[in-house]
């Protein structure tokens, strides 16, 4: 019953390669993020999907590209892997409404992505 | 544009002793919301407390409590009777809601460590 759940774990792959990694939420919430978090563990927003449209589009390469099916789900593909890349991987979700609980992130577990 | 500072890159504590956390930022808007997030070992992301700028009343959750000092851009958590538990990073973290976006900020985190 794990609230965000992202997969894989864990991602090993080399330079150039493409890859995705899947998120789910079934908390209800109508907004959902990706968060990239550096080997300092510095957080930074990547994506926001409110209701399956993109609202937030930081100064993220175009070779991310997120796909948001329905409400639950917000995937992140990346194409043409680099070594910067190396990172974990966050998605988060929240309730935008007003109310108990309202606008708390709510993250997944982490996706470890190592670019060799 | 929103900044969220976090002064202290690490602290450690004596089990049973209270520390307090600092957090300052720095944003034109007057609502807002603020959190503290702890992330342990285990990499998941988790809400510590949350306070909402339109209240004065500083925000607890049994042994955690802030310290919102809204005039100074200030938002501090105290830990009081710490445990081995709380070993962790912590974020502090600002949101502002405009135009339908939902954007969270966070700092660049506490690692504190709590020593037996």
């Known amino acids: 019953d794990t609230a965000v759940s992202q997969t894989p774990k864990y991602l090993v792959t080399q330079m150039g390669n493409d890859k995705s990694i899947k998120c789910e939420q079934n908390?209800?919430?109508?907004?959902m993020y990706w968060y990239k978090q550096d080997s300092k563990k510095f957080l930074k927003i990547m994506f926001s999907?409110?209701?399956?449209?993109?609202?937030i589009n930081e100064t993220v390469p175009n070779r991310f590209s997120p796909k948001s099916p329905d409400k639950a789900h917000l995937n992140l593909h990346i194409n043409s892997l680099e070594l910067g890349d190396s990172a974990v991987y966050f998605c988060?979700?929240?309730?935008?409404?007003?109310?108990?609980?309202?606008?708390?992130?709510?993250f997944g577990a982490g996706s470890r992505l190592t670019v060799l | 544009a929103q900044t969220v500072t976090q002064s202290q890159p690490e602290m450690s504590v004596q089990e049973a002793e209270t520390v307090t956390l600092s957090c300052t930022y720095d944003t034109s808007e007057n609502n807002y919301y603020l959190f503290w997030y702890k992330q342990p070992p285990s990499r998941q992301m988790i809400l510590v407390i949350r306070?909402?700028?339109?209240?004065?009343q500083n925000a607890t959750e049994n042994r955690f409590s802030v310290n919102f000092q809204k005039a100074a851009k200030s938002f501090s958590l105290k830990i009081s009777d710490s445990q081995l538990g709380d070993t962790a990073m912590y974020f502090c973290?600002?949101?502002?809601?405009?135009?339908?976006?939902?954007?969270?900020?966070f700092g660049t985190g506490t690692r504190l460590k709590v020593l037996a």
């Open positions: 988060a979700s929240s309730r935008t409404q007003s109310g108990q609980g309202a606008n708390v992130l709510t």
């Open positions: 908390l209800g919430h109508d907004t």
């Open positions: 999907y409110n209701n399956k449209e993109l609202i």
């Open positions: 973290a600002f949101m502002k809601h405009r135009s339908g976006t939902y954007k969270y900020i």
């Open positions: 306070q909402e700028a339109y209240k004065q």
